[in-house]
């Protein structure tokens, strides 16, 4: 008895499979305008602890940092953060702030500085460092 061997190659054999699905692409907000390597020096940003954390009455958005940031008198900045954090899991934390923005009133209280931090899809993270480094170092 004689069997015949079926030559014809597998690809032309197999069911053909449906294209992939192009990748889909995250929208990404417009880029901001490009500025300057000197523009950017300009920014001063220095390595602040939380010394004390509280919440701003008639407010469900600010928070009140007193902050440590290597000078005597140390520094107050308010942050709009109280969704994704309590103010008594903040103290004690190395944070980075924004430190020569010009003041600006918030809720009838003066904030100097800003707080970096992080968004995507709606969730926002500070930016924390390592506790080692000291209040007052430059980020460089």
Do not use: H
Not at 8 to 33: F, G, H, I, Q
Not at 37 to 43: K, L, T
Request: hydrophobic letters at 40%.
């Amino acid at each position: 008895m004689s069997e015949e061997l079926n030559l014809t190659p597998a690809s032309e054999t197999a069911a053909a499979e449906p294209p992939a699905p192009a990748p889909v692409e995250e929208e990404r907000p417009a880029p901001k305008a490009e500025i300057s390597f000197d523009v950017f020096e300009q920014v001063d940003m220095t390595v602040v602890k939380v010394k004390e954390c509280a919440n701003v009455k008639k407010s469900k958005k600010l928070l009140c940092f007193q902050l440590d940031d290597g000078t005597e008198s140390g520094r107050q900045i308010l942050s709009g953060i109280a969704q994704w954090y309590t103010a008594e899991e903040l103290v004690g934390k190395t944070l980075v702030a924004v430190t020569n923005l010009a003041p600006r009133k918030m809720m009838g209280l003066e904030s100097n500085g800003m707080l970096l931090s992080a968004e995507k899809d709606g969730d926002l993270k500070l930016v924390m460092l390592d506790d080692a480094i000291p209040a007052g170092a430059k980020l460089v």
